[in-house]
Nanobody, 120 residues
Framework: QVQVVESGGGLVQPGGSLRLSCVAS????????MGWYRQAPGKTRQMVAT???????EYRDSVKGRFTISKEDAKTVGYLQMNKLEVEDTAVYSC??????????????WGPGIQVTVSA
């Protein structure tokens, strides 16, 4: 079993910053990949940023230059630094992790999501 928990969301004014954290616990050993996704009301879930084991990152165009994804190699912990937030960034943000577990299987797990609201 793998548990994923996000934290760091909340309400922020346009132009502000937030740092989301993603902690994976249980029998996951490390990250092969980690990603942040978001879903706004009435819209489909969209990829925000992903990072692979070797540090290769990918971002959706609308967040490039504003968001930064990172991870701690020694722990199953990842982050999403969000700067210059815009009203359009308002959504529920979810963390997805994939990696080997102690039982020999590759686990793919999602956190419950956390609300990010950008409003004046």
């Amino acid at each position: 079993q793998v548990q994923v928990v996000e934290s760091g969301g909340g309400l922020v004014q346009p132009g502000g910053s937030l740092r989301l954290s993603c902690v994976a616990s249980g029998n996951i050993i490390s990250f092969d990949a980690m990603g942040w996704y978001r879903q706004a009301p009435g819209k489909t879930r969209q990829m925000v940023a992903t990072i692979t084991k070797d540090g290769t990152t990918e971002y959706r165009d609308s967040v490039k230059g504003r968001f930064t994804i990172s991870k701690e190699d020694a722990k199953t912990v990842g982050y999403l630094q969000m700067n210059k937030l815009e009203v359009e960034d308002t959504a529920v943000y979810s963390c997805n992790v994939r990696g080997p577990s102690t039982d020999g299987w590759t686990r793919n797990s999602w956190g419950p999501g956390i609300q990010v609201t950008v409003s004046a």
